[in-house]
């Protein structure tokens, strides 16, 4: 049986185990372990991988700065965008609100996207593919990175108590990544956008409150006495993009009022090879790998996690 193109990376760490107690402890703990991971990483591989980032970086028509970790796409910027949108509404539209809201987790409704659209060929792959959005990641990561997850975000309103990534919190799956989150209609702020922290104001949280990746959730209050009630709103008109590293930057999102419109989004990953997602080899793990033959690109080869 063919394996699932979906399948996510190897099963987790034993908590004891030296990456899993680094993966869960303090920045720190966290930068030292996958520091000696780069270095340990000396394969022409490897190195292949970091050149071709940085000459794909030099073509980068948006630059994500390291002091925000964030940087915003405007409508009609990135080629194919559009094509991705459209056939996420229609997914959205098929299933209906009513079983999406059903669906509703950490508390949006994900995971809904079919197998049959992540081919190479598919609205979704082509952008997370292209030239264009490549070059903004490799340009911030410095390297080719690893396309480690595609999917559509559904978050209506849901009354109760702010929860789970309603909170400010940082993603655990490495120490640097990005995601690009691509807004499939009007996100204002009653439809609960992502808000986020500048890296080196989450830097200082971090540190103000022993922040462990452990514990992951953060109170407004919480923030608001460590580096004061400034955020930034990642709202935008339908077709905004937003290059977020939600690895060194606390966020929250889908806080959704009641009567506001769901926030809909596409949702791209991507990581290095030396992310807490890979335990070992990131050629064994990455979920897409499977998608590039003997004669794809050695660029697509080397996003997919194949080479």
């Known amino acids: 049986m063919k394996e699932s193109t979906r399948s996510r990376r190897g099963a987790r760490a ?14 720190e ?22 050149n071709l980032g940085r000459e794909l970086g030099k073509n980068a028509s948006l630059r994500v700065s390291q002091k925000l970790g964030f940087a915003r796409a405007e409508p009609e910027s990135l080629p194919g965008a559009e094509a991705v949108i459209e056939s996420a ?17 950490k508390p949006m409704a994900k995971g809904f996207l079919p197998e049959s659209e992540l081919d190479l060929g598919s609205a979704y792959m082509r952008l997370a593919l292209s030239d264009e959005v490549v070059a903004i990641v490799s340009d911030y990561l410095g390297m080719i990175p690893i396309l480690t997850y595609v999917d559509v975000w559904y978050s209506p309103h849901v009354a109760q108590p702010t929860w789970s990534s309603q909170l400010f919190h940082l993603d655990h799956a490495d120490v640097t990544q990005l995601k690009l989150f691509l807004h499939c209609s009007d996100v204002t ?34 923030v608001n006495a460590a580096v004061g009630p400034d955020r930034t709103v990642l709202d935008g008109p339908r077709g905004t993009g937003h290059f977020v590293d939600t690895s060194r930057c606390f966020h929250f999102g889908s806080r959704v ?24 080899d990131y050629r064994q793990d990455a979920p897409y790998r499977n998608l590039a033959d003997v004669g794809a690109p050695e660029n697509v080869r080397l996003l997919l996690g194949t080479d």
């Not at 930068?31 to 591989?45: D, G, I, M």
């Open 14 to 27: 034993p908590k004891d185990s030296p990456h899993e107690t680094a993966r869960r402890g303090s920045l």
């Open 29 to 50: 703990q966290r930068a030292r372990y996958v520091s000696a991971r780069r270095n340990a990483a000396t394969s022409p591989a490897h190195e292949r991988r970091r």
């Open 89 to 105: 509404l229609g997914l959205i539209g098929r299933i209906g609100h009513e079983a999406l809201f059903q669906r509703v987790k």
């Open 189 to 222: 702020a009653a439809s609960g956008p992502l808000t986020v922290l500048p890296a080196s104001d989450s830097r200082h949280l971090a540190k103000s409150v022993d922040y462990r990746l452990a514990e992951t959730r953060v109170t407004d209050e919480t």
């Open 257 to 280: 009022q009641a009567g506001a419109p769901p926030r809909q989004l596409v949702v791209f990953q991507y990581l290095t090879p030396y992310a807490f997602e890979f335990q070992k």
